[in-house]
């Protein structure tokens, strides 16, 4: 009887401390508690295109996540403040008449799939299980924006046979796009990334191992198009 009282004691210091620690971090007050958990939902390499809009740097793509992650938070504990208004595909902003809404974002590593939406229907995804390591390309009309084909490619250990038979035969006008995951270009050779270039793409003859790559190109285009990022990995 005489020890449960200091034991009582130390429970309750230690449960008062575990409290404080926890509150501190889900506040963003301890150090780089905070920080550590948006690092688990932010990398380097996952690269971001959105319609209508510019393309975002690296950096930009990571604050988007840490802001998605922090309005959950905050709104949690009662301090956040009203959530902006999201358009299709998760836009800023409305789009135009007679325009497509739309959002590619890469693979991150091997372990976070791309996405690829359209009119705020998502095409390819993780969800929707029809992504995979390599390249995931979906094949959109160009007049009414439906949906044609969607396939990935593995560009590491499959045959870059595959691919070409899917987009060497693209009728006029059809928009292409693309979406990496892990390795998009080991596989590659000079008649993919010829091909790649013709349908508007600047970066597909630099494209290496574990690149992070997105792209919106069309068949018959005359110039390059402007929807394109690429996130390079580090050449030894």
């Not at 319609?51 to 009662?78: M, Y």
């Not at 372990?111 to 705020?120: A, Y």
Request: hydrophobic residues 40%.
């Amino acid at each position: 009887m005489r020890v449960a009282g200091p034991l009582r004691i130390v429970v309750l210091i230690f449960t008062a401390g575990l409290t404080w620690i926890m509150g501190s971090i889900l506040l963003g007050t301890h150090g780089s508690g905070f920080s550590r958990l948006q690092q688990l939902f932010s990398s380097p390499e996952n690269a971001v295109t959105t319609g209508i809009l510019s393309f975002p740097d690296p950096e930009a793509s990571r604050a988007e996540l840490r802001g998605v992650l922090g309005v959950r938070l905050s709104h949690a504990l009662g301090f956040g403040e009203p959530r902006a208004r999201k358009y299709k595909c998760g836009l800023p902003q409305p789009c135009p008449e007679q325009h497509l809404a739309f959002r590619v974002v890469s693979g991150a590593a091997n372990v976070i799939g791309p996405k690829i939406c359209l009119e705020d229907k998502m095409l390819m995804s993780s969800v929707k299980d029809n992504v995979g390591r390599g390249l995931n390309i979906a094949l959109v009309n160009g007049v009414n924006g439906e949906l044609l084909e969607a396939r990935s490619f593995d560009m590491w250990a499959g045959d870059v046979n595959d691919l070409l038979k899917f987009i060497r035969p693209l009728h006029e006008g059809t928009l292409v796009f693309v979406a990496s995951y892990d390795d998009p270009a080991t596989k590659m050779n000079d008649e993919t990334r010829k091909i790649f270039s013709e349908l508007g793409s600047t970066n597909a003859k630099e494209l290496a191992f574990r690149d992070s790559w997105v792209f919106v190109g069309a068949k018959g285009v005359q110039d390059k198009s402007p929807f394109e990022q690429l996130i390079l990995q580090m050449r030894n």
